[in-house]
């Protein structure tokens, strides 16, 4: 079982930055994969960015790929999604999430058992 609770959402500039938090609660924290997921308005969730709980690797989605990067600290049982470089399509609610994944399916929104209830990123041009 896995509580999440996100922060650090907000308006930003193009080409600036925000950090994003996900503090998750329970002593299972780090036997979960670790994903974060965003929906524009009337547009379909997608993946943005995940982390595996064993072998520490990580995987992007490509619009994000080299401007996103997740990172995750066991000690304080929490994720962070570091964005640069951020662009207005990158406007959104995001979502943390946790769940047990492959490889395979670590980028599939129905791997995930466990949601955060999201945070607002604003980007203006």
């Known amino acids: 079982q896995v509580q999440l609770v996100e922060s650090g959402g907000g308006l930003v500039q193009a080409g600036g930055s925000l950090r994003l938090s996900c503090a998750a609660s329970?002593?299972?924290?780090?036997?979960?994969?670790m994903g974060w997921f965003r929906q524009a308005p009337g547009k379909e969730r997608e993946f943005v960015a995940a982390?595996?709980?064993?072998?520490?690797?990580?995987y992007y989605a490509d619009s994000v790929k080299g401007r996103f990067t997740i990172s995750r600290d066991n000690a304080k049982n929490t994720v962070y999604l570091q964005m640069n470089s951020l662009k207005p399509e990158d406007t959104a609610v995001y979502y943390c999430?946790?769940?047990?994944?492959?490889?395979?399916?670590?980028?599939?929104?129905?791997?995930?058992?466990?949601w955060g209830q999201g945070t607002q990123v604003t980007v203006s041009s």
């Open positions: 999430a946790a769940g047990i994944a492959g490889t395979t399916l670590i980028r599939t929104i129905r791997t995930y058992d466990y």
């Open positions: 329970g002593r299972t924290f780090s036997t979960y994969a």
């Open positions: 982390e595996s709980w064993s072998g520490g690797r990580t």
